[in-house]
């Protein structure tokens, strides 16, 4: 049992190998970042739920009065495997005072909560009056994962403190984790909240939140690969914007217009992943440093073929270019046009030539963050597994 | 009948697609590029020979008795469906003076021309005392094709001159090309002049300078394409040198290394010609300017697979970086790792931005020639014909 405060963490999510192929029955990778969300969630004195996402500039509170009434209007039961309808987002929205097309993300993250923490109540048990601080590594809108790793943060913190789920940290122990049944509780909440937000997503992101390391995705089957090493790498924002929808129209397009061409690109991108699988799956049982060369090869030609099938911009060529003048090799990870590009780091990568890159891509007007991949997914802190940064920023209330 | 002189030229050869692939059985498309080399083949009264080569220090003469004493001395008779044997080659250099390992341009133009002079004349009859003069617009050693374009002029000079075949320039007639029955011995010919200076060619280069437009290779199936328009094009010679050898076995390593991911990549390449070819026969007939869009993105994805199969080199990506940013799209041609690469021009590019981009390609140590693809193969010329450079070095005796 919980006592008056947990804090869970979630990583965020980068795709490694088969973005937009995905979209054509291709296998894509996806891996977790060891960029993480944290929750903290405190049981509080008032009748009251608070909830705070300082990042999206949520502070919204509501009495739990008021929450046990707006829970009794829904005609619907809530369920774990049932989608939100538009009928009980259009009342959320209504209760919450947001508009009816609002896209920001402090109106979904809002709804998202007020969703997870009605549905879960209903089907699991009252959720106490707590107080819920939310603090993220993450950006939010660049590919990264963001709203799944808050949403699993969510589901995790509302299933312990409804004691839907065991609070498995012992004490003296720094960080804990819970069963495989646990884990798929809380995955398919988050994939609910997942829902609130993006509509229709394809489950990758919460299932990478949920149990971190790597999985593979085909054609809606996700299977998570069995031993996963930690990576690091170097994940860089160009900052340039991007519309994820118009590179997954203009691919197709592509594809349409020269199939005979495309067509094979895709089933190299298929082998890529597949490839890479092995390589990830063959590394923490016989680390040698020669599979670094391989995932490497592997970056460069797939770089080469997402800017065959449209997806590359000239930031990311300069990312490329500015990584490869340092020994680095990088590719696009998500929708490319913009967004987020990867670069994998050796172990014997010096700490120089790292700081040498990541000095010219901030000087391109790149944001840059230094960390790996293959992290471990949703996690319940003791305090003393936490940095001096995530608790300070915890510390906020 | 010729009477005292005969100016013939043969075009220079590119590879438009399929370089690397074809040597994995697929398609490659080779095109006639309009940077020629001439030869000006004249009756002189001495019984001599006299072969001036200037762009590679070629200056030889040899008396007509001596030439006939080592035609007597050759043990196998001469054929154009024979290869050269290495005792005749042997024999040649013993004659010439040349050294046994020897592989200067200026001893296989000189083995090359011994070998067809005496091989020519044997099979069709004498060749009179006459003096050769070879000029080029050609760079030697640059994977254009300049070989073939010399033995192509040999071939046609010689046979025209034996009367082999006729002299189809007719007074006040510009130029005059050959039946399609002389083409087929020249080009059987120059073959076997190729076979003296590469060993064993492909006889795509030969087949392209005898006549010229553009042509499909695929396994030793050499077939011309139908019509095909003149395109106009930047040629560019990073001058950074490169082995074919040596990257055609990189190749073949990475296939072998990555069989899935590669083989996908070979076929794509040869939809990549094949949809090149379809454009290439279908723009004469309806010069639309829709085609030019489709021939620039065929250029781009096959510089990508280039690239993801090894063949590309900093000096490349930046060839393509500086005419990308005028607009241009650009690919190496042929075996890549710095060489040649082919930009293409529309027919409303800008002059103001073909001189800039050349003028940018120049800044960077490169050279630089605006010509054209699809130029007609080897050309009987009478003096009007010739441009005023062509006359000119042609006049030097």
Known sequence: MWERSVVVSAPGKAILHGEHAVVHGKVALAVALDLRTFLRLRRCGERGVCVRLPGVGVVRSWDVPSLQALRRGFAADFDESKSPSAEQLDMLKEFAGIAAGASAPE???????????LAISAKHGDVPSVDILVWSELPTGAGLGSSAA?????????????????????????????????????????FQ????????????????????????YQSGKITPLKRVPMLKILLTNTKVPRSTKVLVAGVKEKILKFPAIMNPVLDSIDAISQECQSVLEAMPANPSPEYYPVLEELFDI???????????????DRLCGVTASHGLHSKL????????????????TSPLAVEAAKRDLCACGFECWETSIGASGVTLHSSSSLSTQVLHALAES
Not at 160 to 176: F, M, R, V
Not at 179 to 188: C, D, K, M, Q
Not at 194 to 212: F, K, L, M, Q, Y
């Open 107 to 117: 109106s979904l993250a809002t709804l998202a909560f007020l969703y997870m923490y």
């Open 333 to 348: 990870t998500g929708a490319g046009g913009g967004g987020c590009g990867i670069t994998l780091l050796r172990p014997d």
């Open 150 to 190: 808050y949403t699993v943060c969510l589901a995790a913190a509302l299933l312990t403190a409804c004691g839907a789920i065991s609070c498995p940290l012992k004490e003296g122990e720094p960080t804990a984790r819970w069963t495989e049944e646990e884990l798929a509780l809380i995955n398919r909440w988050a």
């Open 302 to 316: 797939n770089q080469h073929h997402l800017n065959v099938m449209g997806a590359g911009h000239p930031s990311l």
């Open 193 to 216: 909240g997942e829902r609130v937000i993006h509509g229709s997503p394809s489950g990758v992101d919460n299932a990478v939140g949920t149990w971190g390391g790597a999985l593979r």
